[in-house]
């Protein structure tokens, strides 16, 4: 559509005006080509003509629709115009309060001159990870969009941060500094963000000044590099400067400051440790006071210093440093009081006794007189002398001044650079962000060399920003697939050139700069000179100290008065003699780095051949402005590397007022940063950019039903604008988005505008004409019914007369009577047809109801009997094949059984015979040993006759051989004693044999099952005793191998003798003595063989004692005779005891024979009853079933009759065994261990403990032998039964006939049967139960004595609900149960709280032993356990929930049973009996305590980081309710979410469905009620506070249409309450400010009434939230109305005595109290059972 097209009726326009710049105005009539008139009417109802030319028509620039006034990006509004972005950002930030606007890549930001609730961390976090265009403007969506372009592209960025002094530029910078250091936490000990933010403080102390435009103007340019690591995390930063503003120091202007830091020290004068610098008040020093006012409103210097020296602190520079700053600082302002007086008239001088100079040059540590002189005079270096001349007072002022202007540059570097170094932390640099924060373009009344410089940056600057959108704009046209055509744009290169190029500006200066006679007038004469051909360079007409220069924002004028001086910077190089010379080290560094920088920049020169003369001026080799020059070169190098993001700090207003806005200010500034020059390059080509769903959403209203009805929306976003604007080239569609040119968004607005229009208007149409036809057919009706009426009452009036009132009335009496007669009749006869009817009725019913229960009756007995005989004859059928099975079974391991005795039975004698052979070796060995001590006492008495004259050594050897020969008979006897207790042991074997064979005999299945046991037991003392023999062997083996040493010992000392003889040959005396040695040990060997004689015969007598005992009664006296011996005089030789060994062999062999015997009878007799029950079983089977049944029955009960008489037989004579067997052990194990000693008491014990044991084997026999009586009484009795059963048997064949008689005679017999089946089976029961208790008895009796050899403590059996544990295996248990556990296999199928029970129980058991050391130990191990656990688990929310339950439970049964009252009023005795009796957990219950709270902490860190993603696109983005759409254009600044791109939608499902598996998890492990309540409150309050945080940022959320989304979206949070019954939660309160906020958003918002009802119901949201929803809502269509400026005043004045936070975020970290409620379980811990799949085997139930 044609541009003039537009000009239409109604549409507004802006035209110029002197004092707003732009004014708009309403087209009253029609433009059309050819007219040279635009009639409009202003906003103040006055008409205005606008003359147009006709041949070439320029008409005034049109206004957009409201509905696109006030967007985030100025690039979103259809028009893009100057008036435009004037109006847009007027709307902004005068009626919404919002300070910033992204106006394509550049962030445009308003001063508000106040402080606003918009750069919390609340709302750091909020922007992080956030899109560009997903939030409203700020200057932290820059920082974060360039934070992320660092991570994802690993590029440089750079924040380029410009505008006027007072524009807040360093506020800018300084907010994006603190973005970085919150967002990107450096982690590390050194806090090198804190750092980073500490600097600024310190740089705007001794870099910022007072200024007639900024209370806190930066006078230098910075920019600031922070070093990110490969985490992206802060490792340093580095800072540059540029073109500090020296003069400041030295002069400032009225109503302006000197830099900060000295009117901070001044505040200080007082100070105790400023004392030393004799400071004044600021206004006592002249170059603090030249401005007037000292003092900034709001500002406290004293605090600020305060500050400044605690950033100091931070920085890493100490106090030696600050002291010397401060010194520095202090003589600055005492040298600028120096009194110069004028001595003539070239003269000037110094008083001597000038205090400010004393203190000046005390603190810098120079030489009063030498300052004094050197200040006032020159030195002039001539060809072959020098000269000192003096200099007049404005000179020597110039000259102080030059020195109190190069020290405060110095010290400025000074101070940069140890705060570079302080921000240098080790570590590789892997990518960096920078942010300069520089002089905007500057043009005063009076501009010099510091404008000129900063103006050139700006030309600088603003080429690389041109560039850079250049590119921009023409990668956008690529991505999109868009015919590129080159865009005219301003370029400045030629302005760039005239300033640097060469015989430019700053080369001319230089080249006078050279010259010592060289003057501003004459560098002025050059310029012209050289340049006057140059457009942009002019000459004013009227002055001639001052040139113009046309820059890209607008032309200005430079004086030229100074230009030189300042360029040099000069120094006189006697005055830098005398700093270098000053015994401060801290000032004479500044100029020596200075002299070893002016050397460094030396050319290599050829030394003369006479000396050289100092120049008379000596300066520095390098000018301000080379130097300027070359550290722009490199800021350029470095952003061009980088990717630039542009914020542009605009002053809305000169008087420095709060949301004041001064068009002609701000298009000025616009016009010099250049945001209209990008918005000019946009609006040339396709500046209005919509997405296809966007266009969709917005413009669906246009489509056709065909066009709505296609899948494909991008195709049908063609049609329709094909189809709309038929000019092709006012736009183009790309892959993503459509392009349109200027203007075409606006028409669209239009046609969109005409169409709702249209259909309001039918619609009005409609309602009105169906309202007044309701109104119209009421009124008929109404008027019909009055008619009626009236004509009713006509008729009346004529017709009525008194004859007729008569005849009505009797007509009406004959009619009432005849009526009544008639009804009567009619009534008694349906009354009477009514009975009969109720009556047949009512019996058939009766007798239907009757028949009916009848039947059911006969049903249900039938039922009853037919169910009871089936359930008889399964239950007959089942039990008759159990017994049958049983039987079967029993008899298989009878057989089984004996078979296995009899083997073990042959093994018994294998190791007899084994035994017996051992013994008879023994007894070989022992002759043998006999055999040497006969040859040794002969080899003795030889000896002892050929050394008869050695009796005194013979003597010796004598008494040597008597010890050992003792010692060979107390082996001897140790040797006989074990031979006695062996044989002692033999009997009593074979004894106990001799019972279990009895046993056997009179026994049947179940006590051949006990013979066994006993026969095991047996064959263990067997082997125990066994091997004491092969340990008594072998020791015997040793002790022979002692004495054959001994031996050997007594041969070499019969060698000795022998060699002694010779020797003592001469005491011959001696032999007759010796002699009665020998007798004497005669007679001692002939009592030894008596001895052995005597022990020989005991062997003997035990030995046919023993096979007495074992053949008695098994055969005749005889035989027992022929195995023993009568040679008594014999038998204490070695064959004899071999010989008793072989009797008892034989009787051994005989005693088997017997068994074998008595094994084969008892077959046979078996064998025999089992044919006898074959022959029974066949004649029962020939009668009926039931008969058979019956004798089964019987014959079974018989069996477990027998069965259970044994074994009640056979329990005490168990008890007898074990207690005996372990008696036996006991005095075995003391018998071995006292073997050693005290010889004689031990014979004694011996033989008393035979004869007790002998007294007990009686009574054993007796008791057995009663016991076979017994067993033989009940085969008496089983077979009189048999008998009995064949009786009855033949009796009921002859009753065969007699049917009914038999039939009721079974009944009566199986009924009796069963109740007596039913008594003999619970008896089995019993039984059973009985025998199992005992079994556990006995094993528990093992058990307790093994552990009381342990320990003295033991656990009683009747404490359940505990588990025992061994301390080694208590890392196991933590492993297994808390470490290893998988949730996903083991922890499935067992209570989910199960782990807290064992663990619980564990506690209990270490409670219980009394064992302090064992349960703090188990107490801490679970304590970092689970500590562990989380940790290695800290994102696995399964695993948090099951563990926060399980902590949650064994904190609960930790009080549960503690014994503390308040804990156990729920409880069950059982619980009261199982407190814990020892400890108090109180401590551990705390820690216990602290560590599900910290589980919980992650628990909900780890869902909110789960449903955190979804709350915004679910809550504010998605439109739950159709058909109402809230899409408005975004302009640049496109969000993300798009139909064409694969990200993931998410909607309010998407937040109910974590919600449900939060839900449904946390119910799954048992987590308690309360504790889910305060989990879901807490994410309820997470979804609302994140949700109300967006809207506070995205201004396109504030809609009415939005609210009813949010308010939907909340209704099935609550349903989603409601389904889980969680309404007592809570949680629906928390979304009370969210809720409010969408009634807000709904409300009107014009009145009175309004305001105050919404401040009525806004309870929740504070003031500050209010008063932003009010500034940020915007209509969505233009039926809607924007709330005025009028009616937020309103609301701010009523809101005035409310109370409320002043933060503008709520805190989504924000965490509710979390308690844990005392919830007592009712599991009883005695039940529970440990599963095996837990691998916990080696814990034991107690």
């Known amino acids: 559509m044609a541009v003039l097209e537009l000009y239409t009726k109604f549409n507004r326009v802006w035209i110029p005006d002197e004092e707003h710049v732009w004014k708009s105005a309403e087209i009253v009539k029609d433009f059309h080509s050819g007219d040279n008139v635009l009639e409009l009417l202003l906003e103040d109802g006055t008409e205005y003509c606008y003359t147009v030319d006709p041949s070439k028509p320029q008409l005034p620039p049109l206004r957009n629709p409201d509905i696109l006034v006030g967007e985030n990006d100025l690039t979103a509004l259809s028009y893009l115009h100057e008036p435009a972005v004037l109006h847009n950002l007027k709307v902004r930030f005068v009626e919404s309060r919002i300070i910033y606007t992204y106006c394509g890549i550049i962030l445009v930001a308003l001063n508000p001159y106040k402080q606003l609730p918009i750069y919390g961390d609340a709302i750091i976090h909020a922007y992080s990870g956030q899109n560009m265009g997903d939030m409203d403007p700020h200057i932290f969506a820059v920082a974060e969009e360039a934070y992320k372009q660092m991570a994802r592209n690993h590029k440089n960025q750079s924040i380029i941060v410009s505008g006027e002094s007072g524009a807040g530029k360093t506020v800018s910078a300084r907010y994006a500094m603190r973005y970085f250091a919150v967002v990107s936490k450096s982690g590390s000990k050194t806090r090198v963000e804190d750092k980073v933010l500490a600097s600024n403080p310190v740089t705007e102390a001794i870099g910022n000044a007072k200024t007639t435009r900024n209370d806190n103007s930066s006078r230098f340019g910075k920019y600031t590099e922070i070093s990110f690591d490969r985490r992206y995390r802060i490792i340093g930063a580095n800072m540059r400067t540029y073109l500090l503003e020296k003069s400041r120091v030295v002069f400032q202007a009225d109503n302006e400051r000197n830099y900060h830091i000295f009117y901070q020290i001044c505040s200080c004068a007082d100070s105790p440790e400023f004392k030393n610098l004799r400071l004044l ?73 000038d205090p400010h100079l004393a203190v000046f040059c005390e603190l810098l540590g120079v030489s009063a007189e030498g300052l004094a002189r050197w200040l006032c005079h020159r030195r002039i270096v001539l060809v072959a002398e020098s000269v000192v001349k003096p200099v007049p007072k404005d000179r020597a002022v110039n000259a102080r001044d030059a020195l109190a202007k190069h020290i405060y540059a110095h010290l400025f570097d000074c101070i940069i650079n140890r705060i570079n170094t302080a921000l240098q932390v080790p570590g590789k640099q892997h990518a960096f962000i920078g942010v300069l924060d520089i002089y905007g373009f500057e043009t005063f009344d009076i501009n010099s060399f510091e404008q000129f410089c900063i103006n050139y940056a700006n030309e600088k600057l603003q080429q690389q920003f041109n560039l850079h959108v250049f590119k921009l704009e023409q990668e956008e046209y690529m991505k999109e697939d868009i015919p590129w055509t080159l865009i005219d744009f301003y370029d400045n290169q030629p302005v760039i050139d005239l300033i640097e190029a060469k015989m430019g500006i700053l080369d001319l200066l230089d080249e006078e700069c050279l010259f010592p006679q060289g003057t501003d007038q004459s560098w002025l004469q050059k310029l012209s000179n050289y340049l006057h051909v140059s457009p942009l360079f002019e000459k004013p007409r009227l002055s001639n100290e001052a040139f113009v220069i046309q820059h890209f924002a607008d032309k200005v004028e430079y004086q030229c008065k100074g230009f030189l001086e300042k360029n040099r910077d000069a120094l006189y190089e006697e005055l830098v003699d005398m700093m270098r010379a000053s015994k401060l080290p801290f000032l004479a560094n500044f100029f020596q780095e200075e002299e070893q920088n002016a050397a460094i920049s030396k050319a290599v020169k050829v030394k003369p051949a006479r000396p050289l003369v100092k120049p008379a001026n000596k300066h520095l080799r390098t000018s301000v402005g080379d130097k300027f020059r070359s550290s722009l070169s490199l800021l350029m190098e470095t952003l061009n590397v980088t990717t630039p993001h542009y914020v542009r700090c605009i002053k809305p207003n000169d008087e420095k007022l709060p949301f004041e806005y001064d068009s002609r200010r701000v298009v000025q500034q616009l016009r010099a940063c250049g945001v209209l020059e990008t918005i000019r390059i946009s609006a040339q080509s396709y500046p209005s950019r919509w997405t296809y769903i966007e266009f969709y959403s917005r413009y669906s209203i246009l489509m056709s039903h065909v066009e709505a009805d296609l899948n494909d929306k991008k195709q049908t976003c063609k049609n329709v604008l094909q189809r709309l604007i038929q000019d092709s080239n006012q736009y183009k569609f790309g892959r993503t988005k459509i392009f349109f040119r200027a203007g075409q968004v606006a028409y669209l607005e239009k046609l969109r505008l005409d169409r709702l229009r249209e259909a309001c208007v039918t619609i009005q149409k409609h309602v009105r004409g169906w309202s007044q036809r309701r109104k119209y057919l009421a009124m008929r009706k109404a008027a019909i019914i009055l008619q009626q009426y009236i004509r009713g009452k006509k008729t009346i009036r004529k017709t009525v007369s008194a004859a007729t009132l008569k005849q009505g009335w009797a007509a009406l009496v004959i009619q009432r009577h005849w009526r009544g007669y008639r009804l009567r009749q009619i009534y008694q006869v349906v009354r009477v047809a009514t009975i009969t009817i109720q009556a047949f009725t009512r019996g058939r019913i009766a007798r239907k109801q009757y028949k009916k229960m009848m039947e059911e009756h006969k049903v249900l007995v039938i039922q009853k009997y037919a169910r009871a005989w089936l359930a008889r004859r399964r239950f007959q059928t089942m039990r008759r094949l159990v017994l049958n099975v049983q039987l079967s079974y029993r008899v298989q391991q009878l057989r089984k059984k004996i078979e296995e005795q009899n083997k073990e039975n042959r093994g018994l004698m294998e190791r007899l015979t084994s035994l017996a052979n051992s013994h008879s070796q023994t007894m070989d060995r022992l002759q043998g040993l006999e055999a040497q001590l006969e040859k040794s006492t002969h080899q003795k008495a030889s000896v002892e006759e050929r050394e008869r004259k050695a009796k005194e050594d013979a003597s010796l050897t004598i008494a040597q051989l008597q010890k050992e020969v003792e010692a060979l008979n107390l082996e001897k006897q140790k040797i006989e004693k074990t031979f006695e207790a062996s044989a002692k042991d033999a009997k009593e074997s074979f004894d106990h044999v001799k019972r279990t064979l009895l046993e056997e005999k009179e026994n049947e299945a179940r006590l051949r099952k006990i013979a066994e046991n006993n026969i095991e037991i047996q064959r263990q003392d067997h082997e125990n005793e066994v091997a004491t023999l092969k340990e008594e062997i072998k020791r015997l083996k040793e002790e022979r191998v002692s004495l054959q040493r001994k031996l050997e010992e007594g041969t070499q000392a019969n060698s000795d003798l022998q060699e002694q003889v010779i020797q003592l040959t001469k005491h011959v005396k001696l032999i007759p003595e010796l002699r009665r040695d020998l007798n004497n040990l005669q007679n001692q060997r002939n009592n030894m063989e008596r001895k052995m004689r005597q022990q020989s015969e005991q062997a003997r007598t035990k030995m046919s004692e023993i096979a007495r005992q074992l053949l008695g009664g098994v055969v005749e006296e005889e035989v027992l005779l022929g195995l023993t011996s009568d040679d008594s005089e014999k038998i204490y030789e070695i064959e ?9 062999q034989k009787a051994t062999r005989i005693l088997e024979n017997h068994q074998r015997e008595q094994k084969e009878s008892f077959e046979s007799q078996v064998e025999g009853l089992k044919l006898k029950v074959d022959h029974l079983q066949n004649e029962n089977s020939k009668l009926q079933n039931l008969f058979q049944e019956k004798s089964n029955i019987n014959e079974n009960i018989c069996q477990e009759v027998s069965r259970l008489s044994s074994e009640n037989s056979v329990i005490p004579e168990l008890k007898l065994q074990v207690s005996e067997l372990q008696r036996q052990k006991q005095e075995l194990e003391g018998l071995v261990e006292d073997q050693n000693r005290e010889l004689t008491e031990k014979n004694k014990e011996i033989i008393y403990e035979l004869q007790k044991k002998i007294a007990e084997e009686s009574a054993q026999r007796r008791h057995s032998e009663e016991k076979a009586e017994e067993l033989e009484e009940a085969k008496r009795e089983l077979r009189g039964r048999v008998e009995e059963l064949e009786e009855e048997n033949d009796h009921l064949k002859r009753q065969q006939l007699m049917e009914n008689e038999v039939k009721r ?84 199928n067992m209570i989910p709280t199960l782990p807290a029970y064992i663990l619980f129980m564990c506690v209990r058991h270490a409670d219980y032993l009394n064992d302090e050391t064992k349960l703090k130990s188990l107490m801490n191990a679970i304590i970092t356990g689970v500590k562990k656990a989380i940790v290695s688990h800290h ?11 399980n902590t949650y439970q064994l904190l609960n049964c930790l009080k549960q049973y503690s014994g503390e009252e308040e804990f156990l009023k729920q409880s069950t005795p059982r619980q009261k009996k199982n407190c814990l009796q020892n400890f108090d957990l109180s401590e551990h219950r705390q820690i216990l305590s602290d560590l599900a709270i910290q589980i919980y902490h992650r628990f909900i860190s780890l869902m909110e980081k789960t449903l955190t993603p979804t709350i915004v696109p679910g809550m504010l983005e998605h439109e739950s309710l159709q058909g109402i759409s809230s899409m408005k254009p975004t302009g640049f600044r496109k969000r993300s979410s798009s139909i064409y791109e694969d990200s993931e939608t998410y909607t309010i499902s998407s937040i109910l469905q974590h919600l449900t598996v939060f839900h449904s998890t946390m119910s799954h492990h048992g987590l308690d009620l309360g504790l889910i ?47 889980k019954e969680l309404q007592s939660s809570n949680a629906i309160d928390t979304l009370r400010p969210l809720a409010q906020t969408a009634w807000l958003l709904q409300v009107n918002k014009s009145t009175d009434d309004d305001a105050k009802e919404i401040i009525e119901q806004c309870s929740e949201l504070s003031p500050v939230q209010i008063v932003k929803i009010l500034n940020s809502y915007t209509p969505i269509d233009d039926f809607e109305k924007r709330v005025t400026s009028a009616f937020v005043r309103k609301v701010q004045s009523l809101l005035q005595d409310h109370e409320g936070s002043s933060q503008l975020m709520l805190d989504t970290d924000y965490r509710f109290q979390v308690t844990f409620p005392f919830c007592p379980s009712s599991q009883a811990l005695e039940l529970l059972q440990v599963p095996s799949s837990l691998h916990l085997n080696f814990l034991n139930r107690i």
């Not at 696995?1436 to 929930?1441: A, T, W």
């Open 281 to 353: 008040s600021a206004d006592k020093f002249n170059y603090t006071c030249m401005g007037g006012d000292i003092t900034i409103e709001g500002v406290n210097d004293k605090k600020d210093l305060e500050e400044t020296s605690r950033t100091f602190s931070l920085l890493g520079l100490k106090e030696d440093f600050q002291s010397d700053v401060f010194k520095v600082l202090a003589a600055i302002l005492h040298l600028g009081n120096v009194e110069i007086r004028n001595v003539g008239d070239d003269k000037s001088s110094v008083p001597p006794s």
């Open 1136 to 1144: 004899d005891l071999l010989s008793a060994f072989d009797g008892l």
């Open 1305 to 1388: 005679k079974l009944r009566e017999e199986t009924s009796l049967l069963t109740a007596e089946n039913m008594d003999f089976e619970e008896l089995l029961d019993q039984k059973d139960r009985l025998i199992k208790k005992l079994q556990t008895q006995i094993k528990s009796l093992e058990t307790s004595q093994k552990a009381r050899q342990k320990s003295a403590s033991t656990i009683p059996k009747e404490y359940l609900g505990m588990l025992e544990y061994k301390r080694e295996d208590e890392p196991r248990l933590i492993q297994n149960i808390i470490l290893d556990l998988k949730l996903k296999g083991v922890a499935v």
């Open 1435 to 1445: 994102k696995d929310f399964e695993f948090l929930s099951f563990w926060l339950s």
């Open 1573 to 1619: 309540k305060q989990v879901i409150k807490q994410l309820f309050f997470l979804v609302g506070a994140t949700t109300l945080n967006n809207i506070m940022l995205r201004k396109d959320m504030c809609s009415c249409r939005k609210g009813m989304q949010i308010r939907c979206n909340i209704s099935y949070l609550e349903e989603w309450l409601k389904e």
